[in-house]
Protein backbone atom coordinates (compact mmCIF):
# COMPACT_ATOMS: atom_id res chain seq x y z
CA UNK A 1 0.00 0.00 0.00
CA UNK A 2 1.45 3.67 -0.65
CA UNK A 3 1.60 6.50 1.29
CA UNK A 4 -1.31 8.78 0.73
CA UNK A 5 0.05 12.17 -1.09
CA UNK A 6 0.43 15.36 0.53
CA UNK A 7 2.22 18.75 -0.58
CA UNK A 8 5.84 18.80 0.81
CA UNK A 9 5.12 21.84 2.26
CA UNK A 10 2.92 25.07 2.39
CA UNK A 11 3.25 28.60 4.23
CA UNK A 12 1.12 31.18 5.47
CA UNK A 13 1.36 34.46 7.20
CA UNK A 14 -0.48 34.93 10.85
CA UNK A 15 -3.91 35.38 10.54
CA UNK A 16 -3.94 33.98 7.46
CA UNK A 17 -6.26 30.48 6.36
CA UNK A 18 -4.26 27.26 5.15
CA UNK A 19 -4.96 24.11 2.99
CA UNK A 20 -3.65 20.77 3.35
CA UNK A 21 -4.42 18.62 0.97
CA UNK A 22 -3.70 14.52 1.56
CA UNK A 23 -4.89 12.22 -1.90
CA UNK A 24 -5.35 8.31 -1.87
CA UNK A 25 -7.46 6.49 -3.81
CA UNK A 26 -10.92 4.91 -4.08
CA UNK A 27 -9.55 1.70 -1.37
CA UNK A 28 -8.63 4.19 1.23
CA UNK A 29 -9.62 7.73 2.00
CA UNK A 30 -12.54 7.19 -1.15
CA UNK A 31 -14.83 4.11 0.61
CA UNK A 32 -13.89 5.15 4.21
CA UNK A 33 -14.47 7.92 6.32
CA UNK A 34 -12.08 7.40 8.87
CA UNK A 35 -8.74 10.25 7.73
CA UNK A 36 -7.19 11.42 10.41
CA UNK A 37 -4.46 14.01 11.06
CA UNK A 38 -1.53 14.45 13.20
CA UNK A 39 0.80 17.28 13.91
CA UNK A 40 4.67 16.76 14.85
CA UNK A 41 6.52 19.44 16.39
CA UNK A 42 10.63 18.61 15.80
CA UNK A 43 11.75 15.89 18.37
CA UNK A 44 8.11 15.36 19.34
CA UNK A 45 5.58 12.63 19.08
CA UNK A 46 2.42 13.00 16.68
CA UNK A 47 -0.69 14.67 17.98
CA UNK A 48 -4.25 13.80 16.93
CA UNK A 49 -5.76 16.93 15.31
CA UNK A 50 -8.68 15.53 13.40
CA UNK A 51 -10.11 12.04 13.87
CA UNK A 52 -13.34 10.69 11.33
CA UNK A 53 -12.39 13.38 8.99
CA UNK A 54 -13.78 16.50 11.05
CA UNK A 55 -14.00 15.35 14.47
CA UNK A 56 -11.62 17.30 16.29
CA UNK A 57 -10.69 15.62 19.77
CA UNK A 58 -11.19 17.58 23.22
CA UNK A 59 -8.31 20.30 23.29
CA UNK A 60 -7.39 21.11 20.24
CA UNK A 61 -8.55 24.64 18.98
CA UNK A 62 -11.01 24.72 16.44
CA UNK A 63 -8.93 26.44 13.85
CA UNK A 64 -8.25 22.97 12.63
CA UNK A 65 -11.05 21.62 10.51
CA UNK A 66 -11.20 18.82 8.28
CA UNK A 67 -13.45 17.60 5.12
CA UNK A 68 -13.03 14.88 2.36
CA UNK A 69 -14.34 15.29 -1.24
CA UNK A 70 -13.66 11.83 -3.50
CA UNK A 71 -10.35 10.33 -2.84
CA UNK A 72 -8.84 13.46 -0.93
CA UNK A 73 -9.34 14.43 2.06
CA UNK A 74 -8.29 18.46 3.20
CA UNK A 75 -7.12 20.01 6.83
CA UNK A 76 -7.56 23.75 7.25
CA UNK A 77 -5.91 25.79 9.36
CA UNK A 78 -7.39 28.91 10.24
CA UNK A 79 -6.27 32.38 11.72
CA UNK A 80 -2.94 30.51 11.50
CA UNK A 81 -0.11 31.01 14.63
CA UNK A 82 3.51 30.69 14.47
CA UNK A 83 2.67 27.54 17.07
CA UNK A 84 1.11 26.26 14.30
CA UNK A 85 4.67 26.12 12.62
CA UNK A 86 5.23 22.16 12.66
CA UNK A 87 4.82 19.09 10.20
CA UNK A 88 1.41 17.55 9.08
CA UNK A 89 0.18 14.04 8.48
CA UNK A 90 -2.65 12.36 7.53
CA UNK A 91 -3.46 8.69 7.74
CA UNK A 92 -6.62 6.60 6.22
CA UNK A 93 -7.91 3.18 7.08
CA UNK A 94 -7.55 0.97 4.38
CA UNK A 95 -9.13 -2.11 5.22
CA UNK A 96 -8.84 -5.46 7.77
CA UNK A 97 -5.66 -6.81 6.91
CA UNK A 98 -3.47 -3.78 6.80
CA UNK A 99 -5.57 -1.44 8.68
CA UNK A 100 -4.12 2.28 7.74
CA UNK A 101 -1.10 4.22 6.06
CA UNK A 102 0.04 7.26 6.22
CA UNK A 103 1.00 10.25 3.98
CA UNK A 104 3.80 11.51 3.03
CA UNK A 105 3.88 14.82 4.92
CA UNK A 106 3.49 18.44 5.10
CA UNK A 107 5.81 20.90 6.69
CA UNK A 108 3.32 23.85 7.55
CA UNK A 109 5.84 27.72 8.05
CA UNK A 110 4.50 30.52 9.35
CA UNK A 111 5.94 33.50 7.61
CA UNK B 1 1.06 8.44 29.93
CA UNK B 2 2.81 5.89 27.64
CA UNK B 3 6.31 4.94 28.39
CA UNK B 4 7.93 2.75 25.48
CA UNK B 5 11.67 1.54 26.60
CA UNK B 6 14.05 -1.30 25.11
CA UNK B 7 15.43 0.39 22.08
CA UNK B 8 19.16 0.81 21.63
CA UNK B 9 21.93 0.08 18.79
CA UNK B 10 22.30 -3.40 17.16
CA UNK B 11 23.60 -5.35 14.87
CA UNK B 12 21.96 -6.48 11.59
CA UNK B 13 20.01 -9.66 12.53
CA UNK B 14 19.37 -9.79 16.21
CA UNK B 15 16.44 -9.62 17.96
CA UNK B 16 15.13 -6.93 20.04
CA UNK B 17 11.58 -6.67 22.27
CA UNK B 18 10.13 -3.17 23.02
CA UNK B 19 7.81 -2.43 25.85
CA UNK B 20 5.37 0.02 26.65
CA UNK B 21 3.90 0.73 29.92
CA UNK B 22 0.67 2.56 29.97
CA UNK B 23 -0.96 4.53 32.67
CA UNK B 24 -4.11 6.93 33.09
CA UNK B 25 -6.14 5.30 31.11
CA UNK B 26 -8.00 1.61 31.25
CA UNK B 27 -5.32 -0.35 29.00
CA UNK B 28 -7.41 -3.67 29.12
CA UNK B 29 -10.03 -2.06 27.34
CA UNK B 30 -8.27 -0.33 24.50
CA UNK B 31 -6.54 -0.93 21.06
CA UNK B 32 -3.17 -0.74 21.06
CA UNK B 33 -0.68 0.38 17.97
CA UNK B 34 2.95 0.58 17.31
CA UNK B 35 3.68 2.91 14.70
CA UNK B 36 7.28 3.92 13.59
CA UNK B 37 9.23 6.70 12.06
CA UNK B 38 12.66 6.48 10.04
CA UNK B 39 14.79 9.55 10.55
CA UNK B 40 13.63 12.33 8.82
CA UNK B 41 10.79 10.33 7.29
CA UNK B 42 6.64 10.42 7.67
CA UNK B 43 5.58 7.76 10.57
CA UNK B 44 4.48 4.05 9.46
CA UNK B 45 1.89 2.23 11.01
CA UNK B 46 3.56 -1.15 12.17
CA UNK B 47 0.89 -3.55 14.10
CA UNK B 48 -2.29 -3.19 16.15
CA UNK B 49 -3.81 -5.19 18.80
CA UNK B 50 -7.36 -5.97 20.07
CA UNK B 51 -7.66 -5.36 23.88
CA UNK B 52 -8.08 -9.04 24.99
CA UNK B 53 -5.18 -9.98 22.62
CA UNK B 54 -6.54 -12.11 20.80
CA UNK B 55 -6.72 -10.47 17.00
CA UNK B 56 -3.40 -8.80 16.04
CA UNK B 57 -2.56 -6.99 12.57
CA UNK B 58 0.38 -6.52 10.50
CA UNK B 59 2.01 -3.94 7.54
CA UNK B 60 2.56 -6.65 5.00
CA UNK B 61 6.00 -5.47 4.81
CA UNK B 62 6.83 -6.97 8.48
CA UNK B 63 4.93 -9.61 8.67
CA UNK B 64 6.74 -13.05 10.15
CA UNK B 65 9.63 -10.56 11.43
CA UNK B 66 8.03 -8.39 14.26
CA UNK B 67 5.38 -9.60 17.11
CA UNK B 68 2.87 -7.30 18.87
CA UNK B 69 1.21 -8.87 22.25
CA UNK B 70 0.48 -7.46 25.63
CA UNK B 71 0.32 -8.24 29.29
CA UNK B 72 -3.05 -6.29 30.98
CA UNK B 73 -1.95 -7.03 34.02
CA UNK B 74 0.69 -5.24 33.60
CA UNK B 75 -0.54 -2.45 31.39
CA UNK B 76 2.27 -3.23 28.92
CA UNK B 77 2.78 -3.65 25.36
CA UNK B 78 4.86 -5.28 23.69
CA UNK B 79 6.85 -5.18 20.19
CA UNK B 80 9.30 -8.43 19.18
CA UNK B 81 11.72 -7.13 16.42
CA UNK B 82 13.54 -10.19 14.81
CA UNK B 83 16.48 -10.39 12.29
CA UNK B 84 16.64 -6.79 12.37
CA UNK B 85 18.04 -4.89 8.75
CA UNK B 86 19.41 -1.11 8.50
CA UNK B 87 15.86 -0.14 7.07
CA UNK B 88 14.29 -1.00 10.56
CA UNK B 89 15.81 2.03 12.21
CA UNK B 90 13.59 3.97 13.44
CA UNK B 91 11.72 6.24 16.26
CA UNK B 92 9.04 3.29 17.63
CA UNK B 93 6.27 4.80 19.45
CA UNK B 94 3.35 3.09 21.15
CA UNK B 95 -0.11 4.52 21.29
CA UNK B 96 -3.70 3.90 21.70
CA UNK B 97 -6.21 3.02 19.01
CA UNK B 98 -9.15 4.50 19.66
CA UNK B 99 -12.52 5.41 16.71
CA UNK B 100 -9.98 4.86 13.80
CA UNK B 101 -6.88 7.14 14.73
CA UNK B 102 -3.80 7.30 17.14
CA UNK B 103 -5.22 9.49 19.96
CA UNK B 104 -2.27 9.08 22.68
CA UNK B 105 1.43 8.64 21.85
CA UNK B 106 4.27 7.85 24.15
CA UNK B 107 7.94 9.76 23.47
CA UNK B 108 9.29 6.73 21.61
CA UNK B 109 12.52 4.77 21.96
CA UNK B 110 15.12 4.94 19.34
CA UNK B 111 16.14 1.82 17.39
CA UNK B 112 19.09 1.52 15.52
CA UNK B 113 20.42 -1.30 12.96
CA UNK B 114 24.22 -0.72 12.15
CA UNK B 115 26.91 -2.90 11.77
Known amino acids: QSALTQPASVSGSPGQSITISCIGT?????????VSWYQQHPGKAPKLMIY???NRPSGVSNRFSGSKSGNTASLTISGLQAEDEADYYCSSYISSCTPYVFGTGTKVTVL | QLVESGGGLVQPGVSLRLSCVAS????????MTWVRQAPGKGPEWVAN????????YYVDSMKGRFTISRDNAKNSLYLQLNSLRDGDTAIYFC??????????WGQGTLVTVSS
Open chain 1, 26 to 34: SSDIGTYNY
Open chain 2, 95 to 104: ARHLDWAFDF
Open chain 1, 52 to 54: EVR
Open chain 2, 24 to 31: GFTFSGSW
Open chain 2, 49 to 56: INPDGSET
